[in-house]
């Protein structure tokens, strides 16, 4: 996705899920240099000292996208309470749709895996908060794009959903969130993610190279994309969209 074309869809539940990640996670404070690869292609001492030292507001996205690709280990005892001293972070400038990673937004979060089974109740609480406001603000992003194969969406969502599971997130309640949403646009999201699935062990999987070690999930997307539900929301949605802009994708999708 073109992280720098798309504009943010900051919505009031999303603020708040924003606003209340620094409250429950403003209790981590940094001791001393963060814990850092500095070999040649990772991170310098210069980027490790500014991380350790300047206040969260003040950390942009290419300064954290140091963090997401240089701070490589982990450990429960010091790198994971350095991890929650930036979670806030993170979910603020995902929030801008200002992914803090090299990659894509799909590895922002990684070391968030496992959350659910150790972290306290109102921390995991916080998180899922945040990934279900993001999502539900995520259905209303509108704009399209001309490429040579046609227009498409701007937005790409299958990039949101491999992020949250590569996070560890809980996917079945992410879909739910999807299929609750009663946005005329959602049933063009849903058109969007169809274009990408393929074939794969004789299984209909979602195709994201992100989720090619995550074959249970990409195959659970791509399930939960072929339901006759989805078929019917996006068979109805020209009448409830004005001006025929998304129909090329929703008739390939059909």
């Known amino acids: 996705m073109l992280w720098e074309r798309v504009e943010a869809n900051m919505t009031a539940r ?5 606003d209340r990640s620094y409250a429950v996670f403003g209790k981590y404070r940094l001791m001393g240099t963060i814990i850092h690869c500095d070999c040649p292609s990772c991170m310098t001492p210069e980027t490790a000292r500014q991380l350790s030292t300047l206040p969260l507001e003040e950390i942009g996205p290419e300064l954290l996208a140091e963090y997401t690709n240089s701070a490589h280990g982990y450990d429960r ?4 309470p350095e991890f929650k001293h930036f979670l806030p972070r993170y979910f603020d400038l995902i929030a801008q749709c200002r992914p803090p990673s090299q990659l894509g937004a799909e590895s922002c979060l990684t070391r968030l895996a496992g959350y659910r089974d150790f972290w306290p109740e109102e921390e995991i609480d916080a998180v899922n908060a945040f990934f279900d406001a993001y999502i539900e603000a995520c259905l209303h992003q509108a704009r399209l794009l001309k490429w040579p194969v046609g227009h498409r969406l701007e937005f790409d969502l299958g990039e949101v959903l491999t992020m949250v599971v590569l996070a560890g997130g809980d996917l079945e309640r992410v879909l739910a969130i999807i ?3 009663e946005a005329p646009l959602t049933a063009v999201h849903l058109a969007s993610l169809r274009l990408e699935l ?3 062990d004789m299984k209909v999987c979602y195709d ?3 989720l090619d070690d995550r074959p249970d999930e990409a195959h659970r997307i791509g399930e939960w994309l072929q339901r006759d539900r989805v078929t019917e929301r996006i068979m109805m949605a020209p009448d ?3 001006g025929g802009h998304y129909d090329e994708i929703l008739n390939l999708a059909v």
């Open 240 to 242: 409830l969209l004005d």
């Open 179 to 181: 299929d609750a949403s």
């Open 14 to 18: 999303l603020q708040a899920a924003v």
């Open 198 to 200: 393929v074939t794969k």
């Open 77 to 80: 005892d010091r790198i994971e």
């Open 208 to 210: 994201n190279t992100f």
